[in-house]
């Protein structure tokens, strides 16, 4: 290769930094997309307090 041939150094670098603000910029939007529609988590269930552990005291009556 002829040093004609190769692309200069500058040329290099600000394709370098051009496609790493694109990168930054398109996982930005991605998260900013996930977090303003909740893509992330399900629905909230209700509550269902009706079995379980969930009506028991962790203090032991005095009976």
């Not at 370098?16 to 988590?41: D, H, N, Q, R």
């Amino acid at each position: 290769m002829n040093d004609e041939d190769k692309p200069k150094k500058w040329v290099t670098i600000v394709k370098l930094v051009v496609w790493s603000i694109l990168v930054v910029v398109l996982v930005g939007l991605g998260l900013y997309y996930s977090a303003e529609f909740k893509t992330y988590a399900p629905e909230a269930q209700p509550v269902d307090n009706s079995w379980g552990l969930a009506k028991d005291s962790p203090i032991r009556s005095k009976r």
